[in-house]
């Protein structure tokens, strides 16, 4: 009898232990969610490596311009995937547009790609079209993002001028932690 009650007490001071360690976690998981996504060693939710180069492409931009992978090479070139699903996105587009801003100021370029049905005609396009170069709104499909390797939003990868990734990551985190080279 006696040892019944304590491998029943010890099963409660068990479960008592997995509930706190599961509430830390959940904490620890929304604040990460409220601060904008992963920090930028957390970068393996991404594929986009540091080898890999621009992927081939041929999209239009909102404003009806056409754009490829060409368009991108010969210069410093950021490029930012935000979805309408994702409340981090709307976050992110001023630290992003202050990228682009000094991008832009050195010579470079940047592109936004929206992702979600209806995008083009989406509030974050029209934010992301005051801040950046390019905006490219993409549907359901997520052809761009999945060519690029984003998997989770938002996320962002620097491109040098012969369009090979020097930095990638994800959330707004990981983005204010990224110079822009001189």
Known sequence: MILAVGALVLAGVVGVVNLAILLVVLRRWRGLEAAGGLPAAAGAFTDVRMIDRIPGFSARAVDGTAVTERTLLGKETLVGFFSLTCRAC?????????????????????????????????????????????????????????????????????????????????????????????
Do not use: C, Q
Not at 119 to 125: D, H, K, R
């Open 90 to 182: 709307v976050d992110a587009v001023p630290v992003f547009a202050g990228h682009a801003e000094r991008l832009r100021a050195s010579g470079g370029t940047s592109l936004a790609i929206v992702h979600g049905d209806g995008a083009a005609g989406s509030e974050l396009a029209a934010m992301l079209g005051d801040a950046m170069d390019i905006v490219i709104a993409e549907g359901a499909e997520a052809e761009l993002s999945r060519r690029y390797g984003a998997k989770h939003y938002p996320t962002y990868a620097w491109y040098d001028r012969n369009g090979m990734v020097t930095s990638a990551g994800v959330g707004v985190a990981a983005l204010r932690t990224e110079l822009v080279a001189p």
